[in-house]
């Protein structure tokens, strides 16, 4: 099994973006797949009860104790955390997870934000130690523009973990999201250019499985 943390210091910088896009796509990929959403806004939760008929259905859990409800036959599963969470709040989720993503947004205050968020998530026993990976997502890039340049950059050169996937910024996944479907739900040429951007991701998290 395969277990997923979705973390920052920040908010609204994509986690449930990350939680339900991917839960999408290991769902059409036939895996089992469970969202364990343990903030209590319960976004990622509320996309899997919305899941459609006839699209493969994602299982949906509130809260920490969630991790210790999963079906035995579960093979990927996503945890959700709400932002700002600290040391206190991660270390026990930590010990039960294969994985950390980290979404980051393009911005100044972002970047400042995550850098002290990712400096105390590198000093945690369980990462310092090498027993836990963790990697990077810039999230709503628009590649064009300098600051989404600069903010790549930065975050190269000062964040302790590699940035594995730039995803570009677009109003379907908030569309998509708002359905309980993600972009791995459709296989139109014009979604299909956007999975694209997942494609390393993707990669990575397979390598660490």
């Given at each position: 099994?395969?277990?997923?943390l979705v ?7 994509g986690?449930?973006?990350l ?5 999408s ?5 036939g ?5 364990v959403?343990t ?5 990622s939760?509320?996309w ?8 493969p259905g ?16 579960t ?9 700002g ?22 911005s ?17 026993a369980?990462v310092r130690r090498?027993?836990?990976a ?6 709503r890039l ?18 302790p ?10 109003q ?5 999201t ?32």
């Amino acid at each position: 099994m395969l277990t997923v943390l979705v973390a920052s210091s920040k908010g609204g910088c994509g986690k449930s973006t990350l939680v339900t896009q991917l839960a999408s796509h290991w769902a059409q990929q036939g895996k089992r797949t469970a969202i364990v959403d343990t903030d209590r806004q319960g976004s990622s939760y509320r996309w899997a009860t919305l899941r459609p008929e006839g699209m493969p259905g994602v299982l949906g859990l509130e809260g920490r104790r969630g991790l210790h409800r999963l079906p035995p036959d579960t093979e990927r599963v996503l945890v959700d955390t709400p932002a700002g969470v600290g040391e206190r709040e991660l270390e026990p989720l930590l010990d039960q997870v294969s994985v950390a993503l980290v979404p980051v947004l393009p911005s100044s205050f972002d970047l400042h934000a995550t850098l002290d968020f990712l400096a105390q998530l590198a000093a945690m026993a369980q990462v310092r130690r090498g027993k836990l990976a963790v990697a990077l997502v810039g999230n709503r890039l628009k590649p064009w523009t300098h600051a989404s340049q600069d903010a790549l950059a930065q975050l190269a050169e000062a964040a302790p973990f590699p940035v594995t996937a730039q995803l570009r910024d677009s109003q379907a996944y908030v569309l998509l999201t708002a359905l309980g479907k993600g972009i791995f739900d459709y296989h139109s040429e014009q979604v299909r250019s956007q999975q694209q951007d997942w494609l390393p991701l993707l990669r990575w998290l397979k390598r660490q499985h």
